[in-house]
Protein backbone atom coordinates (compact mmCIF):
# COMPACT_ATOMS: atom_id res chain seq x y z
CA UNK A 1 0.00 0.00 0.00
CA UNK A 2 1.39 3.63 -1.17
CA UNK A 3 1.07 5.66 1.65
CA UNK A 4 1.19 9.87 -0.57
CA UNK A 5 4.28 12.02 0.65
CA UNK A 6 3.84 15.15 1.23
CA UNK A 7 6.95 16.06 -0.83
CA UNK A 8 5.41 15.15 -4.19
CA UNK A 9 4.43 18.52 -4.78
CA UNK A 10 7.52 20.08 -4.17
CA UNK A 11 9.47 17.28 -5.80
CA UNK A 12 6.91 17.70 -9.29
CA UNK A 13 7.96 21.06 -8.69
CA UNK A 14 11.84 20.78 -8.93
CA UNK A 15 11.46 18.47 -11.86
CA UNK A 16 10.24 21.27 -13.73
CA UNK A 17 13.34 23.47 -12.25
CA UNK A 18 16.11 21.61 -12.57
CA UNK A 19 17.92 18.85 -15.00
CA UNK A 20 18.21 16.53 -12.12
CA UNK A 21 16.54 16.14 -8.37
CA UNK A 22 18.48 14.08 -5.83
CA UNK A 23 16.77 12.73 -3.11
CA UNK A 24 18.31 11.74 0.35
CA UNK A 25 17.17 10.91 3.27
CA UNK A 26 17.82 8.33 6.14
CA UNK A 27 17.25 4.52 5.32
CA UNK A 28 13.96 2.87 5.23
CA UNK A 29 12.48 6.60 5.41
CA UNK A 30 10.97 5.86 1.80
CA UNK A 31 12.71 6.97 -1.16
CA UNK A 32 12.64 4.42 -3.35
CA UNK A 33 9.08 3.56 -2.91
CA UNK A 34 8.26 7.08 -3.48
CA UNK A 35 10.44 7.81 -6.18
CA UNK A 36 8.77 4.40 -7.93
CA UNK A 37 4.97 5.59 -7.36
CA UNK A 38 5.63 9.61 -8.30
CA UNK A 39 7.68 8.12 -12.06
CA UNK A 40 5.78 5.00 -12.58
CA UNK A 41 6.92 5.04 -16.67
CA UNK A 42 10.41 5.99 -15.79
CA UNK A 43 13.97 3.88 -16.19
CA UNK A 44 14.79 2.43 -12.74
CA UNK A 45 18.35 0.91 -11.88
CA UNK A 46 19.56 0.41 -8.27
CA UNK A 47 23.12 0.44 -7.10
CA UNK A 48 22.12 -2.57 -4.24
CA UNK A 49 22.38 -4.27 -7.20
CA UNK A 50 26.24 -5.39 -7.36
CA UNK A 51 26.01 -6.08 -10.57
CA UNK A 52 24.59 -2.39 -11.70
CA UNK A 53 27.51 -1.42 -9.16
CA UNK A 54 29.96 -2.78 -11.32
CA UNK A 55 28.74 -2.02 -14.99
CA UNK A 56 28.34 1.70 -13.29
CA UNK A 57 31.98 1.78 -11.90
CA UNK A 58 34.07 0.11 -15.13
CA UNK A 59 31.75 1.53 -17.87
CA UNK A 60 30.08 4.82 -16.56
CA UNK A 61 29.46 6.13 -20.40
CA UNK A 62 28.07 3.33 -21.39
CA UNK A 63 26.14 2.21 -18.05
CA UNK A 64 24.14 5.77 -18.57
CA UNK A 65 24.15 5.61 -22.48
CA UNK A 66 21.62 2.62 -22.02
CA UNK A 67 18.82 4.52 -21.20
CA UNK A 68 15.89 6.23 -22.93
CA UNK A 69 13.09 6.98 -21.53
CA UNK A 70 12.81 10.75 -20.24
CA UNK A 71 13.60 10.45 -16.84
CA UNK A 72 15.68 8.44 -15.33
CA UNK A 73 15.79 7.09 -11.63
CA UNK A 74 19.06 5.76 -9.84
CA UNK A 75 18.68 4.65 -6.61
CA UNK A 76 21.27 4.42 -3.35
CA UNK A 77 23.73 6.50 -5.89
CA UNK A 78 26.37 7.12 -3.01
CA UNK A 79 27.38 3.45 -3.61
CA UNK A 80 29.03 4.89 -7.06
CA UNK A 81 29.18 8.65 -5.90
CA UNK A 82 31.65 9.29 -9.04
CA UNK A 83 28.86 8.64 -11.24
CA UNK A 84 27.72 12.36 -10.88
CA UNK A 85 30.50 13.47 -13.05
CA UNK A 86 29.56 11.70 -15.36
CA UNK A 87 25.26 12.71 -15.14
CA UNK A 88 26.73 16.03 -15.23
CA UNK A 89 28.64 15.72 -19.06
CA UNK A 90 24.73 14.78 -20.21
CA UNK A 91 23.44 17.65 -18.27
CA UNK A 92 25.52 20.12 -20.53
CA UNK A 93 25.20 18.39 -23.68
CA UNK A 94 20.93 19.41 -22.83
CA UNK A 95 20.35 21.84 -20.51
CA UNK A 96 17.27 22.65 -20.80
CA UNK A 97 15.92 19.22 -20.26
CA UNK A 98 14.27 19.19 -16.88
CA UNK A 99 14.15 16.48 -14.62
CA UNK A 100 15.58 13.95 -16.94
CA UNK A 101 18.03 12.28 -14.17
CA UNK A 102 16.48 11.47 -10.20
CA UNK A 103 19.04 10.14 -8.15
CA UNK A 104 18.25 9.07 -4.43
CA UNK A 105 20.62 8.31 -1.54
CA UNK A 106 21.01 7.81 2.15
CA UNK A 107 24.71 9.63 3.04
CA UNK A 108 24.46 13.08 2.69
CA UNK A 109 28.24 13.57 3.53
CA UNK A 110 29.24 11.34 0.51
CA UNK A 111 26.41 12.90 -1.69
CA UNK A 112 26.60 16.84 -1.02
CA UNK A 113 30.49 16.58 -2.10
CA UNK A 114 29.61 14.98 -5.12
CA UNK A 115 27.21 17.36 -5.95
CA UNK A 116 28.87 20.72 -4.56
CA UNK A 117 31.50 20.15 -6.90
CA UNK A 118 29.42 18.64 -10.22
CA UNK A 119 26.13 19.70 -10.01
CA UNK A 120 26.31 22.85 -8.23
CA UNK A 121 22.99 25.27 -9.96
CA UNK A 122 22.14 22.07 -11.93
CA UNK A 123 20.06 19.44 -9.13
CA UNK A 124 17.61 20.40 -6.82
CA UNK A 125 17.92 18.87 -3.49
CA UNK A 126 15.24 17.34 -1.52
CA UNK A 127 15.37 15.35 2.16
CA UNK A 128 12.59 12.55 2.79
CA UNK A 129 12.15 11.95 6.45
CA UNK A 130 9.55 8.94 8.04
CA UNK A 131 6.30 10.05 7.65
CA UNK A 132 4.76 13.14 9.26
CA UNK A 133 1.66 12.96 11.27
CA UNK A 134 -0.40 13.53 7.74
CA UNK A 135 1.09 10.61 6.33
CA UNK A 136 0.76 8.36 9.01
CA UNK A 137 -2.98 9.28 10.10
CA UNK A 138 -3.47 8.65 6.11
CA UNK A 139 -2.50 5.25 6.74
CA UNK A 140 -3.95 3.91 9.86
CA UNK A 141 -5.95 5.32 13.13
CA UNK A 142 -2.80 6.30 15.72
CA UNK A 143 -2.71 7.45 18.76
CA UNK A 144 0.13 9.48 20.54
CA UNK A 145 1.20 6.69 22.69
CA UNK A 146 1.62 4.52 19.58
CA UNK A 147 3.68 7.33 17.64
CA UNK A 148 6.11 7.73 20.51
CA UNK A 149 6.76 3.90 21.12
CA UNK A 150 6.48 2.76 17.66
CA UNK A 151 7.77 5.80 15.43
CA UNK A 152 6.73 6.63 12.24
CA UNK A 153 9.12 4.86 9.47
CA UNK A 154 6.95 3.73 7.16
CA UNK A 155 7.37 -0.45 7.69
CA UNK A 156 6.67 -0.05 11.10
CA UNK A 157 3.86 2.38 10.69
CA UNK A 158 2.27 -0.01 8.10
CA UNK A 159 3.08 -3.50 10.29
CA UNK A 160 3.29 -2.27 13.74
CA UNK A 161 3.51 -5.68 14.90
CA UNK A 162 7.09 -5.80 13.69
CA UNK A 163 8.77 -3.36 15.47
CA UNK A 164 10.35 -4.70 18.00
CA UNK A 165 12.52 -6.71 15.63
CA UNK A 166 12.46 -3.80 12.77
CA UNK A 167 14.41 -1.42 15.19
CA UNK A 168 16.61 -3.62 16.84
CA UNK A 169 17.64 -4.86 13.37
CA UNK A 170 17.85 -1.13 12.07
CA UNK A 171 20.54 0.42 14.69
CA UNK A 172 22.52 -3.11 14.40
CA UNK A 173 22.13 -2.90 10.80
CA UNK A 174 22.77 1.02 10.70
CA UNK A 175 25.84 0.43 12.63
CA UNK A 176 27.37 -2.46 10.99
CA UNK A 177 26.77 -1.47 7.30
CA UNK A 178 26.93 2.30 7.26
CA UNK A 179 29.32 3.33 10.59
CA UNK A 180 31.90 0.82 9.43
CA UNK A 181 31.77 1.71 5.72
CA UNK A 182 32.04 5.82 6.72
CA UNK A 183 34.84 5.33 9.60
CA UNK A 184 37.50 3.23 11.12
CA UNK A 185 35.92 1.83 14.36
CA UNK A 186 38.02 -0.71 16.17
CA UNK A 187 35.90 -1.35 18.99
CA UNK A 188 32.25 -1.38 17.43
CA UNK A 189 30.49 -2.03 21.06
CA UNK A 190 32.42 1.06 22.03
CA UNK A 191 30.14 2.76 19.59
CA UNK A 192 27.40 1.86 20.67
CA UNK A 193 27.30 2.54 24.15
CA UNK A 194 27.77 6.27 22.80
CA UNK A 195 24.82 5.60 20.57
CA UNK A 196 22.60 4.05 24.05
CA UNK A 197 24.42 7.23 26.00
CA UNK A 198 23.45 9.90 23.36
CA UNK A 199 19.94 8.93 23.33
CA UNK A 200 19.55 8.88 26.97
CA UNK A 201 20.44 12.59 26.23
CA UNK A 202 17.64 13.04 23.95
CA UNK A 203 16.06 16.88 23.97
CA UNK A 204 18.82 18.05 26.06
CA UNK A 205 21.08 20.31 25.76
CA UNK A 206 24.65 18.97 23.84
CA UNK A 207 27.99 18.62 25.61
CA UNK A 208 30.28 17.01 23.80
CA UNK A 209 32.99 17.42 26.64
CA UNK A 210 30.95 15.44 28.90
CA UNK A 211 29.93 12.53 26.58
CA UNK A 212 33.53 11.98 26.01
CA UNK A 213 34.08 12.01 29.25
CA UNK A 214 31.38 9.24 29.83
CA UNK A 215 32.54 7.21 26.98
CA UNK A 216 35.93 7.30 27.34
CA UNK A 217 36.95 8.64 24.02
CA UNK A 218 38.62 12.07 22.89
CA UNK A 219 36.01 14.93 22.26
CA UNK A 220 37.08 14.85 18.39
CA UNK A 221 35.94 11.90 18.38
CA UNK A 222 32.26 12.74 19.41
CA UNK A 223 32.66 15.07 17.15
CA UNK A 224 33.38 13.10 14.23
CA UNK A 225 30.65 10.43 15.38
CA UNK A 226 27.88 12.77 16.24
CA UNK A 227 28.27 14.25 12.89
CA UNK A 228 27.78 10.72 11.06
CA UNK A 229 24.76 10.59 13.16
CA UNK A 230 24.04 13.88 12.54
CA UNK A 231 24.47 13.75 8.42
CA UNK A 232 22.67 9.97 7.94
CA UNK A 233 19.34 11.68 9.36
CA UNK A 234 19.53 9.78 12.68
CA UNK A 235 20.35 13.00 14.98
CA UNK A 236 19.22 16.64 14.74
CA UNK A 237 20.84 19.68 15.97
CA UNK A 238 18.31 22.48 17.06
CA UNK A 239 20.21 25.63 17.37
CA UNK A 240 19.92 28.19 20.32
CA UNK A 241 17.90 31.61 19.26
CA UNK A 242 20.03 34.61 18.84
CA UNK A 243 19.61 37.74 16.84
CA UNK A 244 23.87 37.69 16.00
CA UNK A 245 23.74 34.64 13.85
CA UNK A 246 27.63 33.79 15.06
CA UNK A 247 26.05 32.98 18.42
CA UNK A 248 24.09 30.68 17.62
CA UNK A 249 27.04 28.87 15.83
CA UNK A 250 29.12 28.17 19.02
CA UNK A 251 26.19 28.24 21.64
CA UNK A 252 25.50 24.83 22.22
CA UNK A 253 22.26 23.15 20.43
CA UNK A 254 19.95 20.80 21.89
CA UNK A 255 19.91 17.28 20.54
CA UNK A 256 17.47 15.39 19.28
CA UNK A 257 16.87 11.86 17.86
CA UNK A 258 14.73 11.96 14.75
CA UNK A 259 12.50 9.44 15.27
CA UNK A 260 11.17 8.65 18.40
CA UNK A 261 11.15 4.38 18.25
CA UNK A 262 15.17 4.71 18.49
CA UNK A 263 14.86 6.81 21.44
CA UNK A 264 13.04 4.23 23.39
CA UNK A 265 14.36 1.06 21.97
CA UNK A 266 18.40 2.91 23.04
CA UNK A 267 16.97 3.75 26.39
CA UNK A 268 15.23 0.49 27.35
CA UNK A 269 11.39 1.77 27.60
CA UNK A 270 9.92 -1.55 28.99
CA UNK A 271 6.43 -0.60 27.49
CA UNK A 272 4.78 2.04 25.32
CA UNK A 273 2.58 2.80 28.89
CA UNK A 274 6.07 3.08 30.56
CA UNK A 275 7.98 5.22 27.90
CA UNK A 276 4.86 8.07 27.85
CA UNK A 277 4.46 7.80 31.39
CA UNK A 278 7.84 7.98 32.77
CA UNK A 279 10.78 9.79 32.91
CA UNK A 280 12.01 10.15 29.23
CA UNK A 281 7.84 10.93 28.12
CA UNK A 282 8.05 14.85 28.08
CA UNK A 283 11.27 14.30 26.00
CA UNK A 284 10.16 12.17 23.50
CA UNK A 285 7.06 14.26 23.11
CA UNK A 286 9.23 17.23 22.24
CA UNK A 287 11.55 15.14 20.32
CA UNK A 288 8.61 14.51 18.01
CA UNK A 289 6.86 17.52 17.70
CA UNK A 290 10.88 18.93 16.95
CA UNK A 291 10.97 16.34 13.88
CA UNK A 292 7.11 17.50 12.90
CA UNK A 293 8.49 21.05 12.33
CA UNK A 294 11.72 19.86 10.58
CA UNK A 295 9.43 17.63 8.39
CA UNK A 296 7.14 20.42 7.44
CA UNK A 297 10.34 22.79 6.35
CA UNK A 298 11.71 19.41 4.49
CA UNK A 299 8.48 18.91 2.53
CA UNK A 300 8.13 22.29 1.27
CA UNK A 301 11.42 22.19 0.17
CA UNK A 302 13.00 24.52 2.71
CA UNK A 303 15.79 24.70 5.22
CA UNK A 304 14.23 24.39 8.76
CA UNK A 305 14.49 27.78 10.03
CA UNK A 306 13.69 26.87 13.37
CA UNK A 307 15.86 27.08 17.12
CA UNK A 308 15.40 26.97 21.14
CA UNK A 309 15.37 30.37 23.05
CA UNK A 310 16.60 30.40 26.88
CA UNK A 311 16.72 33.53 28.58
CA UNK A 312 19.51 34.59 30.84
CA UNK A 313 17.55 33.75 34.06
CA UNK A 314 16.95 30.17 32.75
CA UNK A 315 13.26 30.31 30.86
CA UNK A 316 12.92 28.53 27.93
CA UNK A 317 10.93 28.34 24.68
CA UNK A 318 10.96 24.72 23.43
CA UNK A 319 10.80 26.00 19.53
CA UNK A 320 11.28 28.88 17.85
CA UNK A 321 9.76 28.68 14.34
CA UNK A 322 11.48 32.00 12.04
CA UNK A 323 8.88 32.64 9.19
CA UNK A 324 7.91 35.57 6.86
CA UNK A 325 10.72 37.78 8.90
CA UNK A 326 8.79 36.84 12.62
CA UNK A 327 9.43 34.62 15.29
CA UNK A 328 6.96 32.40 16.53
CA UNK A 329 7.00 30.44 20.02
CA UNK A 330 6.03 27.54 20.26
CA UNK A 331 5.61 25.64 23.71
CA UNK A 332 5.57 21.68 23.95
CA UNK A 333 4.16 20.35 26.50
CA UNK A 334 2.86 16.31 27.31
CA UNK A 335 -0.38 17.87 29.14
CA UNK A 336 -4.12 18.25 28.30
CA UNK A 337 -4.14 21.30 30.78
CA UNK A 338 -1.94 23.87 29.54
CA UNK A 339 -0.97 26.12 32.66
CA UNK A 340 -0.40 29.66 33.75
CA UNK A 341 3.43 28.98 33.64
CA UNK A 342 3.45 27.94 29.86
CA UNK A 343 1.99 31.23 28.53
CA UNK A 344 3.98 33.52 30.68
CA UNK A 345 7.53 32.00 29.49
CA UNK A 346 5.41 32.69 25.71
CA UNK A 347 4.34 36.02 26.93
CA UNK A 348 8.59 36.85 28.42
CA UNK A 349 9.50 35.51 24.48
CA UNK A 350 7.56 37.95 22.44
CA UNK A 351 8.58 41.09 25.08
CA UNK A 352 11.87 40.38 24.63
CA UNK A 353 11.91 39.43 20.49
CA UNK A 354 9.28 42.32 20.00
CA UNK A 355 8.52 43.72 16.64
CA UNK A 356 9.96 40.69 15.34
CA UNK A 357 7.60 37.99 17.05
CA UNK A 358 3.92 37.11 16.27
CA UNK A 359 1.05 38.57 18.39
CA UNK A 360 0.40 35.12 18.91
CA UNK A 361 2.65 32.15 20.64
CA UNK A 362 1.54 28.27 20.46
CA UNK A 363 1.02 25.59 23.29
CA UNK A 364 0.95 21.72 21.22
CA UNK A 365 0.31 19.41 24.13
CA UNK A 366 -2.71 16.95 24.19
CA UNK A 367 -6.53 19.19 24.10
CA UNK A 368 -9.00 17.59 21.92
CA UNK A 369 -9.55 20.92 19.89
CA UNK A 370 -7.50 24.24 19.69
CA UNK A 371 -8.33 26.20 22.59
CA UNK A 372 -7.48 29.84 22.99
CA UNK A 373 -5.21 30.78 26.18
CA UNK A 374 -4.72 34.44 27.47
CA UNK A 375 -3.15 37.00 25.62
CA UNK A 376 -4.12 36.08 22.34
CA UNK A 377 -1.93 32.40 22.30
CA UNK A 378 -3.36 29.32 21.64
CA UNK A 379 -3.49 25.86 22.60
CA UNK A 380 -3.02 23.56 19.50
CA UNK A 381 -3.60 19.67 19.37
CA UNK A 382 -0.11 17.66 18.60
CA UNK A 383 -1.73 16.13 15.45
CA UNK A 384 -2.91 19.54 13.89
CA UNK A 385 0.95 21.02 14.24
CA UNK A 386 2.34 19.76 11.30
CA UNK A 387 -0.09 21.62 9.36
CA UNK A 388 -0.28 24.74 11.60
CA UNK A 389 3.74 24.66 10.34
CA UNK A 390 2.62 24.16 6.89
CA UNK A 391 0.48 26.52 6.37
CA UNK A 392 2.49 28.87 8.34
CA UNK A 393 5.59 28.97 6.12
Known amino acids: MYIQRDLA ?47 ARHDPKGFLKRFKKKKVVIDEIQYVAEIIHYIKLDIEQARHRYGRWVLT ?46 GLYPEITLKPAKRDLWVRSYVRTY ?83 LDPALVSLLTRQPSMEAAVAGAMGGALFEGFIVSEAVK ?24 ILQTKGKLLPVEIKLSSTPATGHVNTLERFKKTAGKD ?7 VCRVDKKTPLPHDNLALPWWEFYGFVKRLI
Not at 20 to 33: A, L, N
Not at 134 to 149: D, F, H, Y
Not at 299 to 319: A, Q
Not at 357 to 363: D, E, H, Y
Open 175 to 257: LERDVRQLMNIKDLRVFEEFVSLLAAQHAQVFNHSALARDVGVSVPTIKSWVGVLEASYIIYFLRPYFKNYGKRIIKSPKMYF
Open 105 to 150: GSQQFILMKEISESLAGRVGVLELLPFCTKEALSARKINLEQILWY
Open 357 to 363: AFQQGIV
Open 9 to 55: KTFKEALRAFPSVIITGPRQSGKTTFVQNELKTADYVSFDDPTERDF
Open 296 to 319: AYLNSGKSPDIFYWRSHDGLEVDL
